[in-house]
């Protein structure tokens, strides 16, 4: 097993352009998280999926953003008409069960520029 | 709502010295508890994680950590810091609802370590 992979690991992207990240979770794992950080914070919260189903999207995922997991297995994040404020560190993180095991195993993330 | 206070932006330790990084948590009920590691440009590691059962859990690399639940505290501690130890430390609750564990994380704190 080779762990959370995330693609790209650099964007830079002008504003308004759309970009879509991916990220490959650990193969077992049903539950998929992905979180934002930007520069000088903890990662934050953004949305949850549990199999294909997209269960909870907090507030900081605005209508520009979207993100999906088909078939349960590969999750992406699009982001469009992109906003300097969109800069930011982009993670991604597996688990199991949580009510097994709580842990969850993140990605090298993908870091985007937005000029 | 969960929030999670990390006491010190950055520490400054020596080769050879103790490690403290300071955590304090607010739930209205007691939380799952991990300590992450991050390294420049990478993603996070679980260094430890608190459950339930002992209050003094052992993680990767020598860190170790006690859960006080009067004090709402989950400081994490090593020792004999060694140069490699130095990174970006996070700590984060869960509030494991709704079956899964969408995680808070604090600002986090950079360790120096100096020869």
């Known amino acids: 097993d080779t762990g959370v992979s995330q693609d790209p690991r650099h964007k830079i992207t002008k504003r308004g352009q759309n970009v879509t990240f991916r990220c490959d979770p650990i193969s077992e794992h049903n539950r998929l998280y992905w979180y934002r950080q930007t520069l000088g914070q903890g990662p934050e919260f953004l949305t949850y999926?549990?199999?294909?189903?997209?269960?909870?999207k907090s507030r900081l995922l605005s209508d520009r953003f979207s993100a999906e997991r088909p078939k349960g297995s590969f999750s992406t994040l699009e982001i469009q008409r992109t906003e300097q404020g969109d800069s930011a560190m982009y993670l991604c993180?597996?688990?199991?069960?949580?009510?097994?095991?709580?842990?969850?195993?993140f990605g090298p993330g993908t870091r985007l520029t937005v000029t | 709502a969960q929030s999670v206070t990390q006491l010190g932006s950055h520490v400054s330790v020596s080769e050879g010295a103790l490690v403290l990084l300071r955590c304090n948590y607010s739930s209205s009920v007691p939380p799952y508890l991990f300590w992450y590691v991050q390294y420049p440009n990478q993603g996070l590691q679980l260094l430890l994680k608190?459950?339930?059962?002992?209050?003094l859990v052992k993680g990767i690399n020598g860190f170790e950590a006690e859960f006080k639940k009067s004090e709402t505290s989950f400081h994490l501690t090593k020792p004999s810091a060694h140069m490699s130890d130095a990174a970006e430390y996070f700590c984060?609750?869960?509030?494991?609802?709704?079956?899964?564990?969408?995680?808070?994380f604090g600002a986090g704190t950079r360790l120096a370590v100096h020869p």
């Open positions: 993180a597996s688990s199991l069960d949580p009510l097994l095991t709580p842990e969850q195993y």
């Open positions: 999926f549990q199999n294909e189903a997209q269960l909870e």
């Open positions: 608190y459950t339930t059962g002992a209050t």
């Open positions: 984060a609750v869960s509030p494991l609802s709704g079956g899964y564990n969408k995680l808070i």
